[in-house]
Each structure stands twice: as structure tokens, then as C-alpha cells.
């Protein structure tokens, strides 16, 4: 079951779009995401769900406040009728590109590449190396729903967005926070392949995973690679890859591609690594990227992997 318990905002630490980042007064972290609950102020006292610090959870050691007790309403305009987080007490009328007067995306892809990533550390690989070897055209990333729903937890999306080496940031399902929002991914790759030459595809950040057979996150590899061919794209597989990690099933190819790949209906592109230098490239871009921990020098394979897929984009 949830906790939640009340605490008093001790200090500002951090601010962007649609997030800050708050000390509490009983010496604990916190996240707003300001697009739900509106900002918070020194001083202000805040429900604050704590669960999943309380679980030891991969949440970074941050809880997330649930409402500000400071004020009695707040509210802004709605971009649309569109529900997210629908039928929960954050529902937000996000609105959806698709129901923007004028919006007409697409009716297919026309041979657009789209890269299908299993890791949200995955997209900055991919990201690099296609600016790298194609750094006139435009590239896209399509947020999924699988793992993160806030676009704006994300440092790694940020970052890139920032440094120009994502052009575009659609949020599909029930993710939200992009700078376009979609209904779901099928859609959400049109609407990416509007404005794009390429669209990556991925979860956000706290994939979850359970080592059975079928049950994690990136399954849904298998489901984004069959869209993206069904709607005339090139399907690329960013494998997931590593040398270091102590679980059998994911040393060599992990059994998240595999199994993805043997329940997609498609036989999409699994690129092999080339002589791109990933981490250096991510290097020059100041670009801190980990897989569980592990940076390019502990787990190399990660990044060759994840950047070939980007490479083979840029080819295409």
C-alpha cells in the first residue's frame, strides 16, 4: 500500500520545466512535478508519497510530493480534452497532438528509421552517434509508457534536448510532459515522423523487470518494432548488451532482445557494432551515461551496441 506523510519545503534545490526538486524538513528529497500539483515555495507544507524510498526502490532516493496543503486550488488552462494518468486523482488534460486543428501528420512512415530501445541510457548511444555521422537531419524521441510516465524526471532527455542532439520529444500513452503528446505509440511515430528524419523509441527511466520469461519492460520491443513496419518504417533493434553484468541472462545478448525479437512478428535491423566511438562521443558531448551502474569502461559492449543502432539510422 502507499505511504504518505506531510513535511514542510526546506529548500529549493533544482527547477525546469515542469520539475523541481525540494529538501523537506525532515531532511528527505522530493520531486514536483509541477504539470500536476502546480510549483511549491520555501515554507510550504506538501503531502509527500514516500513509497517507493521506503521499498529501496531505483527511484535515486527521491520521494514525490502529492499535493501542496499551502493552497486551497490551482489550475491552468487545458491544451485539450485528453486525459492522462486517467481514472487517478493526477488525471491532467494534457490534450494530444492529434486533436489539434490544422495537425495533419503522415499516413505512413515513407522508410523513416526508427530505432526500437529496450534502456532509457540506450537513447543518448543512439542519440550521439546519428548526430555524429548525420548531423543535419532531425531526430526524434518517442517516450513510452512502460516505465517513468513524467518526461520531466528525465536528465538524460534533457540534456540531450538541450546539447541539440534530440530535435523533438513526443510522449505517448499515458507518459506525459513531451513537447507534443500522442494517444498511443503507434500514433506517436507519426506524429514524430512529422517533423523528423529519424525517431528513437524508448522507455523512460526505471525499466521494471521480474527475471521471468515474459515479464520486463522492453517486451514491448516486439510491439514497437511490428508498428513501426506496419506503418511503412525501417525497423532498427538497439540490442541490449553486457560484458560485466553478474545476471547470466543478460551477459552477451540479453534475453530482453532475444525474447522480444522471437515474439515480434517483424525481422527488423540488429546492427552490429562498428568503429564508432560511443563514449567518447558521449564524452565530447559532456554526457555522463551508466547501464545499471557501469560506465564504457566497465561495460563497453553497451555502448557499441546501442550506438550501431544509431549509426545504422544515420545510414538510412
Request: no cysteine; charged share 15%; proline share 10%.
Given at each position: 500500500m502507499p505511504r504518505f506523510a506531510t513535511a514542510v519545503v526546506a529548500e529549493l534545490l533544482a527547477e525546469r520545466s515542469g520539475l523541481q526538486r525540494v529538501r523537506l524538513d525532515d531532511g528527505r528529497r522530493a520531486y514536483v512535478l509541477t504539470q500536476l500539483i502546480g510549483p511549491v515555495a520555501l515554507g510550504d507544507r506538501v503531502v509527500?508519497?514516500?513509497t517507493a524510498v521506503d521499498l529501496g526502490l531505483g527511484t535515486g532516493g527521491w520521494d514525490?510530493?502529492?499535493?501542496?496543503?499551502?493552497?486551497?486550488?490551482?489550475g491552468e488552462p487545458s491544451p485539450g480534452h485528453v486525459m492522462k494518468l486517467r481514472y487517478t486523482s493526477l488525471q491532467v488534460d494534457t490534450g494530444v497532438a492529434e486533436e489539434v486543428d490544422g495537425f495533419a501528420p503522415p499516413d505512413d512512415l515513407g522508410g523513416t528509421p526508427v530505432v526500437a530501445c529496450a534502456l532509457h541510457s540506450q537513447v543518448a548511444c543512439v542519440a550521439v552517434a546519428f548526430k555524429h555521422l548525420a548531423p543535419e537531419r532531425r531526430l526524434a524521441y518517442v517516450m513510452t509508457d512502460s516505465a517513468a510516465l513524467p518526461l520531466a524526471l528525465s536528465d538524460l532527455v534533457f540534456d540531450l534536448r538541450d546539447k541539440g542532439l534530440l530535435d523533438r520529444t513526443v510522449t505517448a500513452g499515458q507518459a506525459f510532459g513531451g513537447e507534443q503528446e500522442a494517444v498511443n505509440v503507434p500514433s506517436a511515430l507519426l506524429v514524430a515522423a512529422a517533423e523528423a528524419d529519424a525517431i528513437v523509441v524508448g522507455p523512460g527511466p526505471g525499466v521494471v523487470g521480474t527475471g521471468t520469461r515474459l515479464g520486463f519492460s522492453p517486451l514491448e520491443v516486439a510491439s514497437v518494432v511490428d508498428a513501426v513496419a506496419a506503418l511503412g518504417g525501417t525497423?532498427?533493434?538497439?540490442?541490449?548488451?553486457?560484458?560485466?553484468d553478474p545476471r547470466e541472462r543478460h551477459r552477451g545478448t540479453s534475453h530482453?532482445?532475444?525474447?522480444?525479437?522471437?515474439?515480434?512478428?517483424?525481422?527488423?535491423?540488429?546492427?552490429?557494432?562498428?568503429?564508432?566511438?560511443?563514449?567518447?562521443?558521449?564524452?565530447a558531448a559532456g554526457l555522463t551515461v551508466t547501464t545499471m551502474g557501469r560506465g564504457p569502461d566497465e561495460d563497453p559492449g553497451f555502448y557499441a551496441r546501442a550506438g550501431a543502432a544509431g549509426a545504422a539510422a544515420a545510414a538510412r
Open positions: 509527500v508519497n514516500s514525490v510530493v502529492h499535493w501542496n496543503l499551502s493552497r486551497d486550488e490551482w525497423p532498427i533493434v538497439a540490442v541490449r548488451w553486457s560484458d560485466a530482453h532482445t532475444t525474447t522480444a525479437l522471437a515474439l515480434a512478428h517483424t525481422t527488423p535491423i540488429v546492427p552490429e557494432p562498428t568503429d564508432l566511438d560511443v563514449p567518447a562521443l558521449l564524452a
